[in-house]
Nanobody, 129 residues
Framework: VQLQASGGGLVQAGGSLRLSCARS????????TGWYRQAPGKQRELVAS????????KYADYVKGRFTISREEPSNTVYLHMNEVKPEDTAVYYCASVEAPYGSYYYNNPPTMNEYTYWGQGTQVTVSS
């Protein structure tokens, strides 16, 4: 299974950006997926996640109301829509996933960071003030 994260770049504070996480190579069509970020000198932290069934979305407090996670199933792509970005959103953003077929735990429940099986390579987001 491969995850390809893309869409990062330089954006001004208050602007918008859309990150994409394209998944390939899995025999399962449903995955629970999360977006994480890591700024220099800081630990990797959760941004948002979506369960296998797509019904439950979880957001970190510092992005609630500004970021939205969505999924496009035919293309196995998960998006992170970033609005009203701030300089403190500057980080490398990673997507991660784990198989979540119907009846599995992650079909209904969001994984913790250590429970994700697959990780993308990261995409840099830089917000200028």
């Amino acid at each position: 299974v491969q995850l390809q994260a893309s869409g990062g770049g330089l954006v001004q504070a208050g602007g918008s950006l859309r990150l994409s996480c394209a998944r390939s190579g899995s025999m399962f069509s449903l995955h629970a997926t999360g977006w994480y970020r890591q700024a220099p000198g800081k630990q990797r932290e959760l941004v948002a996640s979506i369960t296998g069934n797509g019904d439950s979305r979880k957001y970190a407090d510092y992005v609630k109301g500004r970021f939205t996670i969505s999924r496009e199933e035919p293309s196995n792509t998960v998006y992170l829509h970033m609005n009203e970005v701030k300089p403190e959103d500057t980080a490398v953003y990673y997507c991660a996933s784990v198989e979540a077929p119907y009846g599995s735990y992650y079909y209904n429940n969001p994984p913790t960071m250590n429970e994700y099986t697959y990780w993308g390579q990261g995409t840099q987001v830089t917000v200028s003030s």
